[in-house]
């Protein structure tokens, strides 16, 4: 079965402070690997990709270990506008027809 | 902004009924994917449509339908409604058939009485 687990928190850190959280995939020909950010009752945003050798978009890292199967995501400086909650998502072929499997989502909650 | 829009933004049917979603891809987007998200759950891929053929199909009975259409528009075809139905239905729009960059639209709350 094609899954992709993460904790779904919620995950309470004051402003400021590093957060990072991880998820899981169960299917190691997995192809592609994203963060999706969604607002409370908005739609799914991308958030950055996922490569083998990391990557990095401002406070935001993502990291993918194809040998654990899991797929991290370290916030830096963590801002009040970060709350929403963090969708790990997986891809299991190089094209579109399998669709994208999300996580359930990791809740974050950025206080004052 | 995304560009791609769906209608209606909230609906309310009844179980047994027929209900039919909409979206409007962005422009130069030629691949229509659609989502099902449950309260507390992540989006559920349901089909993928892709120069008016379905491409791709996750674990949905027949009852769950869909269309594309020339303008690469689509909809979301519903029968014998559910309860389990009730979700945010999102609709997504790419080119040429990739995951890589997926734009999705702001859905449509449906709830199943």
């Known amino acids: 079965r094609k899954e992709v687990e993460q904790d779904p928190g919620p995950f309470n850190v004051p402003e400021g402070a590093t957060v990072a959280f991880n998820c899981t995939y169960s299917?190691?020909?997995?192809?592609?690997f994203f963060w999706y950010r969604q607002d409370c009752r908005k739609e799914p945003k991308l958030l950055m990709s996922?490569?083998?050798s990391g990557n990095e978009d401002g406070r935001f890292t993502a990291q993918l270990n194809r040998a654990s199967q899991y797929i991290s995501l370290l916030i830096r400086d963590s801002k009040l506008s970060d709350s929403a909650t963090y969708l790990c998502?997986?891809?299991?072929?190089?094209?579109?027809?399998?669709?994208?499997?999300f996580g359930k989502g990791t809740h974050l909650i950025i206080q004052p | 902004e995304t560009g791609v829009t769906q209608s209606p933004t909230h609906l309310i049917k009844t179980r047994g009924q027929q209900v039919t979603l909409r979206c409007s891809s962005q422009?130069?987007?030629?691949?229509v994917s659609w989502y099902q998200q449950a309260l507390g759950q992540g989006p559920q891929f349901i089909f993928q449509?892709?120069?008016?053929?379905?491409?791709g199909r996750g674990n949905f009975p027949p009852r769950f339908s869909g269309l594309q259409f020339p303008n690469y528009s689509s909809e979301l075809n519903v029968n014998a409604l559910e309860l389990d139905d009730s979700a945010l239905y999102l609709c997504?729009?790419?080119?040429?058939?990739?995951?890589?960059?997926?734009?999705f639209g702001s859905g449509t709350q449906l709830s199943v009485l």
């Open positions: 422009s130069g987007h030629n691949t």
């Open positions: 299917n190691s020909a997995s192809q592609s």
């Open positions: 998502v997986v891809s299991f072929s190089g094209g579109g027809a399998d669709g994208l499997t």
């Open positions: 997504a729009s790419s080119y040429q058939a990739t995951n890589e960059k997926l734009f």
């Open positions: 996922v490569y083998s």
């Open positions: 449509y892709y120069r008016e053929e379905e491409n």
